[in-house]
């Protein structure tokens, strides 16, 4: 398998090279094309597997923006949403393998989607590369503001609760469903397609609550149209200090969270893959980014190819053996 380039590594392997320009111009080794050699030399298009407006479409805005001057064309964003990001993903690898299409991809898919969705070609780590890694988000679980629930407790002593997912097989589905199941609540979920269109159905009183990202709920929270209950990672978020973990809550297994990452095919010539690395990694250091995550409440996972598929396998035996022992089951697809 393939790797991506630590940034270190490919650093000190091309330490003559004194630009990007000069990296994409340099001979090209070991029989690929010579239009490798070039890249890029038009737009690259950057797939976006989500709705316009979640929290995957806005960190992929915002770092496609920080990237274009480093890689010297433009990043074209488009939306191509479904089933979690697979529909998006089975896109990018049906094309070429020449750099000029990327995705996005997050960690659920990976670690979470094949536990709840039987697909028999179903998008693996191994078809992809990853080419950077971006966001590590975690998911807060709110109601609306006009809700007689004010605190976790109320919610969980309710008789039964409709509660909104940004999917079958995605960390807002396992969190509230771990939470919910392990709690003994009588509770259905309501999968959208992402994030702000379930969050939207929480404003509509649709459903009881959601369990989303930050970005996507945050706005509304300081706005006091939506109110946080409890958070799902380790420890509290430091946007949002003032409202506990489930952890503290009674539920210390309840830990989940979303990784965001930009792959392309597994094939995808080492070279392309270099520049694709080095312009993106540049992008992450630039203060307008950096202001970006600040911004939308986002904190950075920052690692290489090998750390962050360690990850990915690491996650999925961790919320396998977490659904196993708990006994929860949560709404699948096929």
């Avoid at 989500?50 to 990237?67: I, M, T």
């Avoid at 094309?95 to 996005?104: F, P, V």
């Avoid at 960390?171 to 771990?178: I, K, M, N």
Wanted: charged share 20%; aromatic share 6%; net charge negative.
């Amino acid at each position: 398998m393939q790797h991506p380039f630590p940034r270190r590594g490919l650093l000190a392997g091309i330490a003559a090279v004194p630009s990007l320009a000069a990296l994409a111009a340099c001979e090209v080794q070991g029989g690929s094309d010579a239009a490798d050699a070039e890249f890029p030399t038009r737009a690259v298009d950057f797939m976006v597997p989500f709705d316009a407006g979640g929290s995957g479409d806005l960190v992929s805005r915002a770092v496609a923006k920080a990237a274009e001057e480093p890689l010297g064309e433009s990043l074209a964003v488009t939306n191509k949403p479904g089933a979690n990001g697979a529909v998006g993903l089975k896109e990018l690898l049906a094309g070429k393998a020449d750099g000029y299409t990327i995705s996005l991809a997050v960690k659920s898919l990976f670690a979470i989607t094949p536990l709840v969705v039987d697909d028999p070609e179903a998008v693996v780590i191994t078809d992809l590369r990853i080419v950077t890694t971006l966001t590590n988000e975690g998911y807060v679980l709110v109601v609306h503001a006009d809700s007689p629930y004010n605190t976790l407790a109320d919610l969980l002593a309710a008789p039964h609760v409709n509660y909104a997912t940004t999917g079958v097989g995605t960390g807002s589905q396992l969190s509230a469903g771990l939470l919910f199941g392990v709690a003994g609540v009588d509770a259905t979920d309501v999968p959208y397609d992402g994030g702000a269109p379930a969050v939207t159905a929480l404003l509509g009183k649709e459903v009881d609550a959601v369990s989303a990202s930050l970005a996507e709920t945050m706005p509304q929270i300081e706005a006091g149209e939506l109110r946080p209950l409890t958070w799902f990672s380790e420890e509290r978020s430091i946007f949002l200090n003032e409202v506990p973990t489930a952890i503290e809550s009674g539920f210390p297994d309840v830990v989940v969270d979303q990784r965001r990452f930009i792959v392309v095919p597994a094939d995808t010539p080492d070279e392309v893959v270099g520049v694709l690395t080095l312009a993106f990694e540049e992008a992450r250091d630039s203060g307008e980014y950096g202001q970006f995550l600040q911004d939308n409440f986002m904190e950075r996972w920052e690692v290489d190819g090998m750390e962050a598929e360690a990850h990915l396998a690491e996650a999925t035996e961790q919320y396998s053996a977490l659904l196993e022992s708990s006994n929860v089951e949560l709404g699948t697809a096929s």
